[in-house]
C-alpha cells in the first residue's frame, strides 16, 4: 500500500521569498516520487520526479526537491517566488515496480500556493 | 509534438443518464490511465489501460468503465450517472518504461444535475 501526506492545504508566501511544501509518503515499495502543479483550468504538468538515482532532484522553473529516505519526506522547495507560481500543487507516490507493470499514481491532496506581493 | 487531448471539454448531463469521454494520447504512448478530481475526494485513479488491456484498476463500482482501442485512444464510460459523479475527469499517457512520467490533458468538466 502507499499514500501521501501533504502537511499543508495553503501556503502563502511574498514574492521573491523561499518556498517550501511539505511532503510525506508511505510506500510497502521501493518509491517513485514526483511533484505536479496544476494551475487553474489546466491539466497537470510535472515539476520533478525521483526514480532512485540522485536524492536531490531539480525539476523545472527552479524548483528541487529532496528525497529523504529515513524521514519518509519529499519536501518541494524554490529559493524565490514568482507571482506565476501561485497554483495547486500535488506531490505523487507509485511504487518503482508495480506487479504487473504500469502506472498508478497515488497523490497527495494538494497544497494551493499563493504569492503575494 | 502534440500534447493529450481530451473530448469534450465540458459537459452536462441528468443523473441516470450515462456519458462517454474520450482521450487522445501522445503519439507513440501505449499506456493510458484516469483519474478522477473532486474537492472531497481529490484526485483517485480509476484505471489504466496497455495496448487494449486494463492493465491497473482503481477501487470504483462498476458503472466506471473503460477501453482501449487499437491507436491507443481511451474512452471513459460511466453508467447511471449519479450526483457524485460530477468531478474533472483527468486522463493521462505514459511511454513503455515503469516510472516514466504521465503527461496529462486538460481534462472533463463532467456535472450531474
Known amino acids: 500500500a502507499q499514500s501521501v501526506t501533504q502537511l499543508d492545504s495553503h501556503v502563502s508566501v511574498s514574492e521573491g521569498t523561499p518556498v517550501l511544501l511539505r511532503c510525506n509518503y508511505s510506500s510497502s515499495y521501493s518509491p517513485s516520487l514526483f511533484w505536479y502543479v496544476q494551475h487553474p483550468n489546466k491539466g497537470l504538468q510535472l515539476l520533478l520526479k525521483?526514480?532512485?538515482?540522485?536524492?536531490l532532484v531539480k525539476g523545472i522553473n527552479g524548483f528541487e526537491a529532496e528525497f529523504k529516505k529515513s524521514e519518509t519526506s519529499f519536501h518541494l522547495t524554490k529559493p524565490s517566488a514568482h507571482m506565476s507560481d501561485a497554483a495547486e500543487y500535488f506531490c505523487v507516490v507509485t511504487p518503482r515496480v508495480l506487479t504487473g507493470g504500469g502506472n498508478k499514481l497515488t497523490f497527495g491532496t494538494g497544497t494551493q500556493l499563493k504569492v503575494e506581493l | 509534438k502534440a500534447g493529450v487531448t481530451q473530448t469534450p471539454r465540458y459537459l452536462i448531463k441528468t443523473r441516470g443518464q450515462q456519458v462517454t469521454l474520450s482521450c487522445s494520447p501522445i503519439s507513440g504512448h501505449r499506456s493510458v490511465s484516469w483519474y478522477q478530481q473532486t474537492p472531497g475526494q481529490g484526485l483517485q485513479f480509476l484505471f489504466e489501460?496497455?495496448?487494449?488491456?486494463?492493465?491497473n484498476k482503481g477501487n470504483f463500482p462498476g458503472r466506471f468503465s473503460g477501453r482501449q482501442f487499437s491507436n491507443s485512444r481511451s474512452e471513459m464510460n460511466v453508467s447511471t450517472l449519479e450526483l457524485g459523479d460530477s468531478a474533472l475527469y483527468l486522463c493521462?499517457?505514459?511511454?513503455?518504461?515503469?516510472?516514466?512520467?504521465?503527461?496529462f490533458g486538460q481534462g472533463t468538466r463532467l456535472t450531474v444535475v
Open positions: 489501460y496497455f495496448s487494449e488491456t486494463q492493465r
Open positions: 493521462a499517457s505514459s511511454g513503455d518504461r515503469a516510472n516514466t512520467e504521465a503527461f
Open positions: 525521483y526514480t532512485s538515482a540522485a536524492t
